[in-house]
């Protein structure tokens, strides 16, 4: 069965550092977005994107968060300036081609983001 | 605006015996929702949706939900408890025009021998 992957699994940095996390969603679907869970509090929507562009972000996202899909199978979260507030659970997820908002969106392993 | 209310943050039931995780919604739209469930160290994974059609869902490993408007419930149920059901379960709500979901806080479910 086709899943969602994300690396790494776990990522480690010093505050101020920028990181990268790296999703591949599954290969049909056009939609994708970015949710994070800090520790002991709700999964958050930050970001969905679609045909190469942001289609809804959340308060959260701001210019500190970017989002791209370089290649035709990579879709990845960037994080110019890490705080401390941004350790958490990233996961990425996808959903097909139908454009409507019931679709199902499927979810990655996650990757723990610690920022010292 | 959307949001999602699960009323327990912890359920412990008996192997064998009923499972029962209660979830109630506030949405402008109809709504459509989601149970997910979190193993450790694994995604999430979508064990059932409502999509306006039948309001008993039936989903995943035995796993159902009822959508009942007047009580804005959709509360996540199944017979029988099997070890493998200790997860972290999540309901989950998206309003129309919008692909944000909408998160509870979780249920953490264990499942005693």
């Known amino acids: 069965e086709p899943e969602v992957t994300q690396t790494p699994s776990h990522q480690v940095t010093q505050m101020g550092q920028e990181v990268i996390l790296r999703c591949v969603p599954i290969?049909?679907?056009?939609?994708f977005y970015w949710y994070r869970q800090i520790l002991g509090q709700k999964v958050e929507f930050l970001v969905s994107?679609?045909?190469?562009?942001?289609?809804?972000k959340s308060e959260i996202f701001d210019d500190q968060f970017s989002v791209e899909r370089p290649d035709g199978s990579n879709f990845t979260l960037k994080i110019r300036s890490t705080k401390l507030e941004d350790s958490a659970m990233y996961f990425c997820a996808s959903s097909s081609d139908r454009v409507t908002s019931t679709d199902t969106q499927y979810f990655g392993p996650g990757t723990r983001l610690t920022v010292l | 605006a959307q949001s999602v209310t699960q009323l327990d943050s912890h359920v412990s039931v008996s192997e064998g015996t009923p499972v029962l995780l209660r979830c109630n919604y506030s949405s402008s739209y109809s709504p459509s929702l989601f149970w997910y469930v979190q193993h450790p160290n694994k995604g999430l994974q979508l064990l059932l949706k409502?999509?306006?059609?039948?309001?008993l869902v039936k989903g995943i490993n035995g796993f159902e939900a009822e959508f009942k408007k007047s009580e804005t419930s959709f509360h996540l149920t199944k017979p029988s408890a099997h070890m493998s059901d200790a997860a972290e379960y999540f309901c989950?709500?998206?309003?129309?025009?919008?692909?944000?979901?909408?998160f509870g806080k979780g249920t953490k479910l264990s499942v005693i021998p």
């Open positions: 409502y999509t306006s059609a039948a309001t």
């Open positions: 290969s049909n679907h056009l939609y």
């Open positions: 994107f679609y045909n190469n562009e942001i289609s809804e």
């Open positions: 989950v709500v998206s309003g129309a025009g919008s692909y944000q979901l909408t």
